[in-house]
């Protein structure tokens, strides 16, 4: 397993230069790096780098834009720009689209009128909405309430920005608002509908992997068979990066521009949570973005969950799930699943991955066991 390097994908070009191994996912192999002696792998590292600009670089084309509060990376192979740009400009409409629908901060979102509303009388509302708020309820079952949209009935009380946080009494007041099983669904009226007052839903969990799927789903449209949409911790893969994998790094959840590990991955989602995303330090404490349905306080278990499944509105939903969970209960959930497979790093900075993972140097008895991140 390799760790923070700034050029990833010479690193997995040329694994024997940096004289490590990689991850190996899926049926991939378990590289072990070749030796070649020092001044022969410098040559061909030179004759390689010359011709890389002509064979791998051409016509992949890049777009990004700043939606639903991040930043949006499309990036795919097409050979006539122009078609280039007009997919990813539908990409980019539809993600405004869907923030239009599920932003908490503006007041006419769908989501908003729900939760002004619901608690009042039923909400009739899009098939869209229904069918995320359908998933968001299947996952808070499977994760007994770790996932829970119902988070918001507290969580709306901080602000990240301003640095705001409810007082213990607030938090007391407002905590059993949560609870996933005030979210009523209404099959047949396709309609929502609170059971009491005080109950506010968000999908921030899940909603960026919603809007991930759509994006790819766009690009399948364009005909783009070699893909990548992104949308701050969320990705989706579409096939491979011309013949090789694309090198998916997860951030070092400490060091700004570091990296903690990279995983060579095709045709997959991938999704992070972490506790720098969003947050604000006060006497020494961290108050972040996900928050315990059980304490309505932020967890501090772990400092990021990374999920890889088939597809981003899973992934970004498990990787919230997971960061809830922690470390053990988390990695056990994980091996419940099948097609589901992540690396979680803890609060003592170490790294767990699941059994899918598997590292070039990990004997069968050391998977699994936790490793220090650099
Ligand atoms: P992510 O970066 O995908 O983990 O999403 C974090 C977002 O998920 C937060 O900004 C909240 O909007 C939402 N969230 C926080 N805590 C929870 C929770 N326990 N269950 C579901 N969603 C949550
Ligand atoms: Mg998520």
Known sequence: MYFAHRNLNLQFLFPWLAGQGSFAYRGGKLTNPARFPLPARFILFVVLML????????????????????????????????????????????????????????????????????????????????????????????????????????????????????????????????????????????????????????????????????????????????????AGGDSRILGDRGDRPWMMGIRHPRKKQGVAVVLPLSDTAISTSGDYERYFIENGERYHHIISPRTGKSVNSSWSATVIGPDTTTSDALSTTLFVLGPKQGMQLVESLPGIDAVIIDAQGQMHYSSGLLAPEAQPDKVGQPKPIM
């Open 51 to 230: 011709l890389l600009p002509a064979i791998v670089q051409a016509d992949w084309f890049k777009q990004q834009a700043k939606i639903m509060g991040t930043e949006i990376t499309v990036e795919f192979w097409d050979e006539d720009t122009a078609h280039a740009k007009r997919c990813a400009q539908s990409v980019f409409t539809e993600m405004h689209r869907i923030d239009a629908l599920m932003s908490p901060y503006k007041p006419e979102s769908e989501l908003s009128r729900i939760n002004q509303q619901a608690a009042k009388q039923p909400v009739k509302v899009s098939e869209e909405m229904f069918n995320l708020l359908h998933k968001s309820i299947q996952v808070a079952e499977l994760s007994r309430g770790a996932f829970d949209i119902t988070f918001s009935s507290v969580g709306y009380l901080y602000d990240y920005r301003q640095g705001s946080k409810p007082s213990e009494q607030q938090i007391q007041d407002s905590l059993e608002a949560i609870d996933y099983h005030h979210i009523q669904l209404d099959k047949n009226k396709r309609s929502v509908r609170f059971a009491r007052s005080g109950v506010r839903i968000d999908l921030g969990g899940i909603a960026k992997g919603h809007a991930v799927d759509n994006g790819i789903a766009i690009l399948k449209q364009c005909g783009i068979k070699g893909g990548l949409v992104s």
